[in-house]
Nanobody, 125 residues
Framework: QVQLVESGGGSGQAGGSLRRSCAAP????????MGWFRQDPGKEREGVAA???????DYADSVPGRFTISQDNAKNTVYLEMKSLKPEDTAMYYC???????????????????WGQGTQVTVSS
């Protein structure tokens, strides 16, 4: 069982910033795509961003430029930085790991196999 450990802020004010972290086992981090996803109640899970071990990044079209995915190879950790927060950023956010699709990492939920526990992120106005 692959364990992805999520941590970081779960609530913030509009206009503020939050950073989510996701630590993965070394053998996963070095060879799997890592990604962030979000899910609103009653809706399907959607991609936010994905990052390849080589550093290539894919952002979902719907993701605002206020979100940034990054990685720290020394810590086997992927981050999601959310800036200029808005109430509509409120959702469950998940970290996940998955194999490349066609040789690339895309922020597409069905391509990811291992999932973190998820965290409710709430942005108040």
């Amino acid at each position: 069982q692959v364990q992805l450990v999520e941590s970081g802020g779960g609530s913030g004010q509009a206009g503020g910033s939050l950073r989510r972290s996701c630590a993965a086992p070394g053998y996963i981090y070095s060879s799997y795509c890592m990604g962030w996803f979000r899910q609103d109640p009653g809706k399907e899970r959607e991609g936010v961003a994905a990052i390849d071990p080589d550093g290539s990044i894919d952002y979902a079209d719907s993701v605002p430029g206020r979100f940034t995915i990054s990685q720290d190879n020394a810590k086997n950790t992927v981050y999601l930085e959310m800036k200029s927060l808005k109430p509509e950023d409120t959702a469950m956010y998940y970290c996940a790991a998955g194999r490349r699709s066609g040789g690339y990492c895309y922020a597409i939920p069905w391509t990811f196999t291992f999932w973190g526990q998820g965290t409710q992120v709430t942005v108040s106005s």
